[in-house]
């Protein structure tokens, strides 16, 4: 049985995050839990605390890549087989998570779990701009790595221990994580497969996107996306860099 | 150029140099930048003794109106200067974000540890 950490981002997640640990305690009592406070302003970590699981706490925000790469490294250093990304605003269902796992077992490093694929659900409204950009990541994402994804911002994701190795170091920090994450993984050559998942409205907190932002961001992100990935120097700057932490434990 | 305007000049440049000298003595300003500036201000320096040097440039490579040569060299400066900015301010960030992860990891062994002082007061 390979030991399996879960990692829950959370920035002022007081409202949902009781639930979904209560959940997560009592359907899959099997995986450690760690709950990244990022920078949280509200009762966030301490209610995580008052569940039991593992707490780690970011003394002010870095944004969700800088909160999973804590939850990676923590795996890591833990000496965890695997990890599964979940969020802390009850979107994901907890007895989805093993379904997450099994292409692990069977070679897969990366599986995303697609609200958009074949058996996958989504239960909440998705809005037009969102859903247009969502297309046109999708399509982008294909040219880039020459793999289809249907679901290339999807939180709810699995990582094998060679891939959590790679992300403790890599693993992008600006706002749309997920999708350069997706094309950093393929780049680099590992094994990235997505399930069919089904996922549920939130059950407290915004959605964290503001039109006009959302709009930036995605431009932004489509210049990272197109450079940096693009880039072979780049590419090898990250290996040297995950050499260097190999090496010497962080230090330049 | 007239001669009151020259000595201006002059005076300008000297303090700029002066300027920097304080700072670099006080430690204030780190070595890497303390040499850029350092040409910074001897440039100024030469281009206020010399002021012909200026039109002789210009003519060089055919700009009519030397002042505007000047700008020219001043704005490539600055931008260079702000990109170099912005590049070393993504490596500080770069580093203050892995200090947080860092600092993250270990209080939550801290913690783990010593379980009786982690709640409530340990922050």
Known sequence: ?252 | MSAAAHVLVIVLAAAVIAFIVVLVRSRRLRAKYSVLWFSIGLGLAVLAIFPDLLVWVSDRFGIDYPPATFMLLALSFLLVLVLHFSWELSRLEDRTRTLAEEYALLRLQLEERLPETSDGDAA
């Open chain 1, 1 to 252: 049985m390979p030991r399996t950490l879960i990692v829950i981002p959370a920035y002022n997640e007081e409202q949902s995050l009781p639930a979904v640990l209560k959940e997560l305690a009592e359907q899959t009592p099997e995986y450690d839990v760690l709950v990244v406070s990022d920078g949280s302003a509200d009762r966030t970590s301490e209610l995580a605390r008052e569940a039991g699981v593992h707490v780690a706490e970011l003394p002010f925000n870095l944004g969700i890549g800088g909160a999973l790469r804590t939850g990676f490294t923590f795996a890591v250093r833990g000496g965890y087989d695997q990890a599964v990304q979940f969020d802390a605003d009850g979107q994901h269902d907890p007895l989805a998570v093993a379904k997450l796992l099994a292409p692990l077992a069977d070679g897969a490093d990366m599986v995303i779990g697609s609200r958009f694929a074949q058996g996958g659900a989504v239960t909440y409204e998705v809005s037009g701009i969102r859903r247009r950009a969502m297309k046109l990541l999708q399509r982008l994402v294909r040219r880039l790595v020459g793999q289809d994804f249907t679901d290339t911002s999807s939180g709810f994701r699995a990582f094998s221990r060679p891939m959590l190795d790679f992300f403790a170091v890599t693993y992008p920090v600006e706002y749309m994580d997920s999708v350069e994450a997706l094309v950093l993984a393929c780049n680099a050559g590992f094994h990235v497969t997505e399930v069919p998942v089904n996922m549920r409205g939130r059950t407290g907190g915004a959605p964290s996107n503001r039109r006009l932002r959302l709009v930036y961001y995605y431009v932004r992100l489509l210049v990272v996306l197109v450079v940096s990935t693009t880039s072979r120097r780049e590419q090898a700057r990250r290996h040297e860099l995950r050499h260097t932490v190999d090496d010497t434990g962080g230090n330049e």
